[in-house]
């Protein structure tokens, strides 16, 4: 079976501009979640999505934004950039919702650099 | 504050040498217990998941403990090898949104 797999791999933006990360998680995996990662605050949850709505949310501003589709495929969007959002972005797939007895396989992460 | 506190921060150990980390946690209910081995600008990949009711879960050189009652685990490494040089991060599942702890960064020297 294929791992989960996120693109791109890197990118590079600037202040004010937005973008949109993608996921695929692992084929059968309904559940989705979304993590910021820094240095300084370790790995902070963003959101969840199964069967395609929104279970659980992180203490993120609204800027931060995310969809799963109908294939379980989800993206994350980030509006009006800023250099805090610097970070890695890991997404995370499991058979069932978060919490429960399922296990989690993270994605290689897409690092996004704010100039 | 964090629900989910790990120790130590960081540790240097020999090549060979055994360690142990440290993770205790307030999360309540319970419902599981989870580390991750994180290596450096890659994602994490999970070693070991114990509910409530298992004291011990073992997955080659790496051993986890949970004690329900006190609400900590530990995480033994045996014989280290260059390749656990990572990141270990304790995850808490209550029931809900899972909590993660900072993590401790190892570094195994020759």
């Known amino acids: 079976k294929a791992g989960v797999t996120q693109t791109p791999r890197y990118l590079i933006k600037t202040r004010g501009q937005q973008v949109t990360l993608s996921c695929s998680p692992i084929s059968g995996h309904r559940s989705v979640s979304w993590y910021q990662q820094t240095p300084g605050q370790g790995l902070q949850f963003l959101f969840e999505?199964?069967?395609?709505?929104?279970?659980n949310k992180g203490n993120f501003p609204g800027r931060f934004s995310g969809r799963q589709f109908s294939n379980s495929r989800s993206e994350m969007n980030v509006s009006t950039l800023e250099l805090g959002d610097s970070a890695l972005y890991l997404c995370?797939?499991?058979?069932?919702?978060?919490?429960?007895?399922?296990?989690?396989?993270f994605g290689p992460g897409t690092r996004l650099t704010v100039l | 504050k964090n629900q989910v506190e790990q120790s130590p921060q960081s540790l240097i150990i020999l090549e060979g040498k055994n360690c142990t980390l440290q993770c205790n946690y307030t999360v309540s209910p319970f419902s599981n217990l989870r580390w991750y081995k994180q290596d450096t600008g890659r994602g994490p990949v999970s070693l070991t998941i114990?509910?409530?009711?298992?004291n011990t879960k073992s997955n080659g050189r790496y051993t986890a403990t949970l004690d329900a009652d006190t609400k900590q685990s530990s995480l033994h490494i045996t014989a280290s090898q260059l390749s656990d040089s990572a990141s270990y991060i304790c995850?808490?599942?209550?029931?809900?949104?899972?909590?993660f702890g900072a993590g401790t960064t190892v570094t195994v020297r020759a």
């Open positions: 114990m509910t409530f009711s298992e």
């Open positions: 999505y199964f069967s395609e709505t929104q279970r």
């Open positions: 995370a797939s499991s058979p069932g919702p978060q919490g429960v007895y399922n296990e989690q396989f």
């Open positions: 995850v808490v599942s209550p029931l809900g949104k899972l909590s």
